[in-house]
C-alpha cells in the first residue's frame, strides 16, 4: 500500500481544508476548488469564568444558527455536486476542515503575546488568568475541525474499510501535532458524537477536534490525581485492569477494557502499553492497531442490541506544558443506552452534584461486550 498522501487547500472563506487520501485511493491528486461565494467569519466567541468552579464557560452564539439534521440531498458534509455546493468542493477519502460556527476561534492571539501562552488550568488562577471572581472574561480563542471519516452520507467508524480506518487515524495524528503547534492551544481534543440521542446535528459519519485555549476540567482532575498518586497512576491503571475480568482485547500496543468504576451503562476504556502523550506520539505500528482495534470495537458496540447504539468517543490527550510524562493516550467511548429501548439520563445526582449512580455492573458490560466480539471479524 503506498503513503497515505495529504492535500492542503482553502474554503472561499479563508478556511483551510485538508484532504486524506488513503493509500490505496483512486482519487485523483487534483482538487476542484469551492465556488461558494465567500462568507464572513464569525466572531470570536466570548469565554466567562464560573468563579463557583474556576472553569471556563464559551459562549458560541454563532453556533445556535448551525445546521440541525437536515435532509440527505442537503447534506453540508458531502461532496459539492451541481445544484449542491457544500463545505467540501470535490470528492475525498477523509476530509478535514476549520468549522463553520467553532466553538473557540477562529482567531488565535499573535504568537510572543501574553495570550499566545494559553490560560492554563481551567481551574488554575495562574498565566492569564487573574483570579477567581465574578465577571471575568476573556476571548476564546482556539480552533475546531472537522474530520469527515467518508464521503458516504450514511454508516459508521465500523463501516470503514481498514485502509479507509487507517487513514483516520494517520488524519488524528496529523492534526494533534499541528494544533499543538498553534499559540494559545493548551490541549488538543479527538472526538466522536455518534446518534441523535447524544444530541448530533449531522447525520453524516464524521468526527471533531477542538483545541482548547486552556487545560480542560476532565483533565485537571486526573491531573489532581496523579499529584495524589503519584506520576505512575496510568501504568498502574493499566496494570491493574489488565489482570481483571473486564478486559475485552489485549493487542500489542493497547489494552481494551471495561474500567472499574464505570460511570455509564455502556463504557469502555482503551489505554497503550507504553506511555505516549498524544496521537502525534504514536507509532506507526500502534496507528495501525488502533484503526483494526477501533473499527472492531465499534462494532461489537452495534451487535449489543439489534439497532445502532449511539456513543461518545473522546480520545483523551495530554496538555501541553503540563502532565506530559505522566497523561497517555487514552480513549473512553461512553453510550447512555442501558437497555434496548430505555436510556440513562443525567438526572439530580449527576446534574446537581456530579455524583453518578452506575446501573449495570462493569463486570456484567464486559460479559456482553466479549459475547459481540466473539462474532466481530477483524
Given at each position: 500500500m503506498s503513503a497515505i498522501a495529504k492535500r492542503v487547500t482553502r474554503l472561499s472563506d479563508g478556511r483551510e481544508l485538508i484532504y486524506f487520501d488513503d493509500g490505496d485511493t483512486k482519487l485523483s491528486p487534483e482538487r476542484k476548488p469551492?465556488?461558494?461565494?465567500?462568507?464572513?467569519?464569525?466572531?470570536?466567541?466570548?469565554?466567562?469564568?464560573?468563579?463557583?468552579?474556576?472553569?471556563?464557560?464559551?459562549?458560541?452564539?454563532?453556533?445556535?444558527?448551525?445546521a440541525f439534521l437536515p435532509p440527505a440531498d442537503l447534506d453540508p458534509l458531502a461532496p459539492t455536486t451541481p445544484g449542491h455546493l457544500t463545505e467540501i468542493p470535490d470528492m475525498y477519502d477523509v476530509a478535514v476542515f476549520e468549522n463553520k460556527s467553532p466553538s473557540f476561534g477562529p482567531a488565535l492571539p499573535a504568537p510572543g503575546t501574553a495570550d499566545a501562552a494559553g490560560l492554563g488550568d481551567s481551574r488554575e488562577t495562574t498565566g492569564n488568568a487573574d483570579g477567581i471572581g465574578p465577571g471575568r472574561t476573556h476571548p476564546a480563542y482556539g480552533r475546531c475541525e472537522?474530520?469527515?471519516?467518508?464521503?458516504?452520507?450514511?454508516?459508521?467508524?465500523?463501516?470503514?474499510?481498514?485502509?479507509?480506518?487507517?487513514?483516520?487515524?494517520?488524519?488524528?495524528?496529523?492534526?494533534?501535532?499541528?494544533?499543538?503547534?498553534l499559540p494559545g492551544i493548551q490541549q488538543v481534543y479527538v472526538f466522536e458524537n455518534r446518534g441523535k440521542e447524544i444530541g448530533v446535528t449531522l447525520h453524516h459519519p464524521h468526527g471533531q477536534i477542538y483545541a482548547?485555549?486552556?487545560?480542560?476540567?476532565?483533565?485537571?482532575?486526573?491531573?489532581?490525581?496523579?499529584q495524589a498518586y503519584g506520576p505512575q497512576l496510568m501504568a498502574d491503571i493499566l496494570a491493574f485492569e489488565q489482570k481483571s475480568e473486564r478486559?475485552?482485547?489485549?493487542?500489542?500496543?493497547?489494552?481494551v477494557f471495561v474500567p472499574f468504576a464505570a460511570r455509564w451503562p455502556i463504557e469502555v476504556h482503551v489505554l497503550p502499553h507504553r506511555?505516549?502523550?498524544?496521537?502525534?506520539?504514536?507509532?506507526?505500528?500502534?496507528?495501525?492497531?488502533?484503526?483494526?482495534?477501533?473499527?472492531?470495537?465499534?462494532?461489537?458496540?452495534?451487535?449489543?442490541?439489534?439497532?445502532?447504539?449511539?456513543?461518545?468517543a473522546a480520545w483523551h490527550q495530554a496538555p501541553l506544558r503540563r502532565g506530559r510524562d505522566e497523561i497517555r493516550l487514552m480513549l473512553q467511548i461512553t453510550s447512555p443506552r442501558r437497555a434496548a429501548d430505555k436510556l440513562k439520563y443525567l438526572a439530580g445526582s449527576e446534574t446537581g452534584m456530579g455524583a453518578f449512580i452506575g446501573d449495570i455492573a462493569p463486570e456484567a458490560t464486559a460479559e456482553r461486550f466479549r459475547a459481540a466480539l466473539s462474532v466481530i471479524s477483524d
Open positions: 469551492d465556488e461558494r461565494p465567500p462568507e464572513p467569519r464569525p466572531p470570536v466567541p466570548e469565554l466567562r469564568l464560573d468563579p463557583l468552579t474556576g472553569e471556563w464557560i464559551s459562549v458560541a452564539v454563532a453556533r445556535q444558527n448551525r472537522v474530520v469527515c471519516f467518508s464521503p458516504e452520507r450514511t454508516g459508521s467508524w465500523g463501516d470503514l474499510t481498514l485502509s479507509r480506518a487507517r487513514t483516520v487515524v494517520e488524519a488524528w495524528a496529523d492534526r494533534t501535532e499541528a494544533l499543538s503547534a482548547y485555549p486552556y487545560v480542560t476540567p476532565r483533565t485537571s482532575r486526573l491531573l489532581d490525581s496523579v478486559v475485552l482485547i489485549r493487542g500489542e500496543h493497547f489494552t506511555h505516549v502523550p498524544d496521537f502525534a506520539a504514536t507509532s506507526a505500528a500502534e496507528r495501525d492497531e488502533i484503526a483494526v482495534m477501533y473499527r472492531k470495537l465499534v462494532r461489537a458496540i452495534d451487535h449489543l442490541y439489534d439497532t445502532p447504539t449511539p456513543y461518545i
